[in-house]
């Protein structure tokens, strides 16, 4: 069955204290490896795509990496404003007639203190 | 604005009524997306379309819920006979695909359902 699991579930830093979300996946044929921002009662806000092992991206303080069984997102020296919940998601191979849907774990809470 | 919007964006509603919220996506896109989000979770897939089309939907998108895309453009998601489980962040998403490989979404605020 495919899964995306998140850890850890919550994590309070310090300002300037630099940190890695885990996300790691089982699915069955990776198209695409999702890394979404959600603030309290707002819809998720796209920030990075991963296709393939090795691939890295950054935006800002944020650098997402992808291996074959896991993506890690690293914050360097985090700002109060980066305070969130971090989601990961996965859009897995064409079977059975699936096309479209992603698979998000159930997210990194981030409380980031000044 | 050019971002998918949602309207309502809060809807408390009693137990048995119907409720219906709308979608609108990013203009150029084709692929529309509805999901559900329950606290402390993340967003559980139900439906989506591709232009007109609905190509797909969820083992949790019971009888009771129905969802169109009348021309490709805004959607509506229904649901009849509330439930108190039911209540739930709804959202939207879109994205301009040209293959399956192509899936980058693009979400909207939510509608957050209050069932009593």
């Known amino acids: 069955e495919d899964q995306v699991t998140q850890s850890p579930e919550a994590l309070r830093l310090q300002e300037g204290e630099s940190s890695s979300l885990n996300c790691s996946y089982t699915v069955s044929g990776l198209r695409g490896l999702f890394w979404y921002r959600q603030d309290p009662g707002k819809g998720p806000e796209f920030l990075f795509t991963?296709?393939?092992a090795g691939e890295e991206k950054e935006k800002e303080r944020l650098k997402a990496t992808l291996t074959k069984k896991e993506s890690f997102l690293h914050i360097t020296a985090p700002k109060p404003e980066d305070s969130a919940t971090y989601l990961c998601?996965?859009?897995?191979?064409?079977?059975?007639?699936?096309?479209?849907?992603?698979?998000f774990g159930k997210g990194t809470k981030l409380s980031v203190k000044p | 604005d050019t971002g998918v919007s949602q309207d309502p964006r809060h809807k408390i509603t009693k137990r048995g009524q119907n409720v219906t919220f709308r979608c609108d996506p990013i203009s150029e896109h084709n692929r529309l997306y509805w999901y559900r989000q329950t606290l402390g979770q993340g967003p559980e897939f139900l439906t989506y379309?591709?232009?007109?089309?609905?190509?797909?939907k969820s083992r949790l998108l019971s009888d009771r819920f129905s969802a169109e895309r009348p021309k490709g453009s805004f959607s509506t998601l229904e649901i009849q006979r509330t439930e108190q489980g039911d209540s739930a962040m709804y959202l939207c998403?879109?994205?301009?695909?040209?293959?399956?490989?192509?899936?980058?979404?693009?979400f909207g605020p939510g509608t957050r359902l209050t069932v009593l």
């Open positions: 991963l296709y393939s």
């Open positions: 998601a996965v859009h897995r191979m064409n079977y059975g007639g699936s096309q479209g849907n992603l698979i």
């Open positions: 998403a879109s994205s301009f695909s040209r293959d399956a490989g192509y899936n980058e979404q693009f």
């Open positions: 379309f591709q232009n007109e089309a609905q190509l797909e």
